[in-house]
């Protein structure tokens, strides 16, 4: 890691970046937004309480609806903006009640 970051100074200098390089930090970008995305969506199903089930389907819808209108006021608490947290981290969040069960 050292060495890719040692690479990517160089790249910032010349103002050239290698394709092996760019992957490289996409790669890793792409893995902490996903790690941030689903650490709001598991506190956000920590708000709504019940069963894993419930937790997934709600999560879904809330996916959803805030997808196509980040201003809706769809939970009477935290729920809503953890979940726009996680929007926010990864605008290609999927909506299905499975991949939710997946992270929680």
């Given at each position: 890691?050292?060495?890719?970051?040692?690479?990517?100074?160089?790249?910032?200098?010349?103002?050239?970046?290698?394709?092996?390089?760019?992957?490289?930090?996409?790669?890793?970008?792409?893995?902490?937004?996903?790690?941030?995305r689903?650490?709001?969506l598991?506190?956000?199903?920590?708000?709504?309480?019940?069963?894993?089930?419930?937790?997934?389907?709600?999560?879904?819808?809330?996916?959803?609806?805030?997808?196509?209108?980040?201003?809706?006021?769809?939970?009477?608490?935290?729920?809503?903006?953890?979940?726009?947290?996680?929007?926010?981290?990864?605008?290609?969040?999927?909506?299905?009640?499975?991949?939710?069960?997946?992270?929680?």
């Amino acid at each position: 890691m050292h060495e890719q970051l040692a690479r990517l100074r160089v790249a910032v200098e010349t103002g050239r970046l290698p394709r092996d390089l760019g992957e490289w930090l996409l790669r890793r970008l792409v893995v902490r937004d996903r790690r941030r995305r689903d650490a709001a969506l598991r506190a956000a199903a920590a708000e709504i309480g019940g069963s894993r089930w419930r937790r997934a389907c709600e999560l879904a819808r809330l996916v959803r609806e805030l997808r196509d209108d980040p201003d809706a006021d769809v939970y009477p608490n935290d729920a809503a903006e953890l979940v726009r947290d996680a929007l926010e981290a990864d605008p290609d969040t999927p909506a299905s009640i499975r991949h939710m069960l997946r992270i929680l």
